[in-house]
């Protein structure tokens, strides 16, 4: 066998060792009046709801002197848990608001903005706040890392859709 | 017949504890809990018997103690007086918590003139023009109450809650503006800036007008002075705690009375 050059090696072996995690965020489609995009927070919590990653924060980013900022609090368990001590908006994790539609979103262990999980049980965070709108928090517990594939999910009533997670050793 | 029932109601409203009957000041703010940088919120103040809804008599103004996070001292913006309320905005641009407060220390007299049992009060200096010459059965108390909320921008903290150690004053254990439901939430009374032990706390959720009973609930300070409740639901709740002493700052008032409201919010899960 012809011996693979040393970057070529480390290409095949990098996604080998490294957990990941593949999520997709479901934004239901509302026959309301008044339609606006919800505010969504996205993150990891330890068993003594610490937060140990934030994922994603859809806000309001466009908004003239950061006014959007004014409704975070409103994704209020986020908010009291860790954005109250951010600064926004958070690089790789704040982004615009979605429409409605699934959202795909893929993590990879060690790197941001999931970065390096220790071993042990967490619960994966969905909040959603919309304005003249409703609110909504969705958790799925799971143990990191995988040791085989493993797909979670769970389902909102009001503000969110089908939440599938799936996790890769 | 109807003399018994008017008889018997007169009879109830004797018996009654003082607090039933009295007269609830508070303030309400519009949020407590703000985030972005140009956070402004609005309150209203009054006194009334239904929490809250101003239906008696606004707060005064005059006795407005805002202080920032920083420790400084803030003007409210709009200040308002009208029939049944006051009110007021507040820019709320600094990370911390901002205290609200109305502080009111005045004198209390009652004394008969002619025959006739007469009522005043009014400020320490104010006694001796205050009460007329020839009055006798002269009794004069002293009254300091203190009516607060908290409004959070960011993360809770900073200068504004320390004590001024005058009157009965609350110290958060757990952060005002950090409530949940479920939660338990714990704070300590200082009277004079010492633990204020055995004193009755007693808590009152708001919109009092949407249900049959007060539902009150009470709990008693500890030799520290510390208290606490577990919110059963999110919502405004008004919490009042009042004792009295001899511990008079005028020679004339042999008794004292010190009372705290705080209004807090707690929010849902």
Redesign the interface.
């Known amino acids: 066998m012809r011996r693979l050059p040393f970057f070529a090696l480390a290409l095949i072996s990098a996604p080998a060792f490294a957990a990941d995690m593949a999520l997709t965020v479901e934004i239901p489609t509302l026959k309301v009046a008044e339609y606006h995009r919800p505010y969504v927070a996205v993150w990891i919590e330890r068993d003594d709801h610490s937060v140990a990653a934030n994922l994603a924060v859809w806000y309001d980013v466009k908004k003239a002197?950061?006014?959007?900022?004014?409704?975070?609090?409103d994704m209020?368990?986020w908010?009291?848990r860790s954005?109250?001590?951010q600064t926004m908006p958070i690089d790789g994790v704040s982004g615009a608001t979605r429409p409605a539609g699934q959202h795909r979103l893929r993590f990879a262990d060690g790197k941001p903005p999931l970065g390096t999980l220790a071993p042990g049980h967490y619960e994966l965070v969905v909040e959603a706040a919309r304005e003249v709108g409703g609110h909504e928090t969705l958790r799925i517990p799971f143990d990191w890392p995988a040791k085989a594939p493993v797909h979670l999910g769970a389902k909102g009533e009001q503000e969110l859709g089908q939440i599938d997670l799936d996790l890769n050793p | 017949m109807k003399h018994v029932l008017v008889r018997a109601a007169l009879c109830a409203a004797l018996v009654l504890p003082a607090a039933a009957q009295a007269h609830k000041m508070w303030m309400v703010p519009s949020a407590t809990?703000?985030?972005?940088?140009?956070?402004w919120v609005t309150v209203d103040a009054a006194v009334s018997n239904d929490l809250y809804y101003p239906d008696h008599f606004p707060a005064q103004l005059d006795q407005l103690a805002i202080t920032a996070p920083d420790g400084s001292a803030v003007k409210a913006e709009n200040p308002w007086t009208g029939k049944y309320r006051s009110t007021f905005d507040l820019p709320v641009p600094q990370k911390g918590t901002y205290r609200i407060a109305l502080v009111n220390q005045g004198l209390f007299a009652s004394y008969e003139l002619e025959g006739k049992k007469q009522r005043w009060r009014g400020k320490a200096d104010e006694l001796k023009t205050g009460i007329p010459a020839g009055a006798s059965d002269v009794q004069v108390s002293e009254m300091a109450s203190r009516v607060e909320t908290f409004v959070t921008q960011?993360?809770p903290g900073g200068d504004a809650l320390k004590p001024t150690g005058k009157g009965l004053e609350l110290v958060p254990v757990t952060q005002p503006n950090?409530l949940?439901t479920g939660e338990k939430a714990t704070f300590r009374l200082l009277l004079d800036g010492k633990p204020a032990p055995n004193l009755k706390v007693v808590a009152i959720a708001g919109a009092t007008r949407y249900r049959d009973s007060q539902d009150e609930m009470d709990t008693t300070t500890d030799a520290d002075g510390t208290f606490a409740f577990t919110f059963p639901k999110a919502g405004m709740y008004w919490v009042n705690a009042s004792t009295e002493d001899g511990k008079t700052s005028v020679k004339e008032a042999k008794r004292r009375r010190v009372a705290y409201t705080a209004t807090l919010e707690v929010?849902?899960?």
């Open positions: 002197d950061g006014e959007g900022t004014k409704w975070l609090k209020r368990q908010w009291r954005g109250r001590e | 809990v703000v985030s972005g940088d140009d956070a960011g993360k950090d949940v929010l849902p899960e």
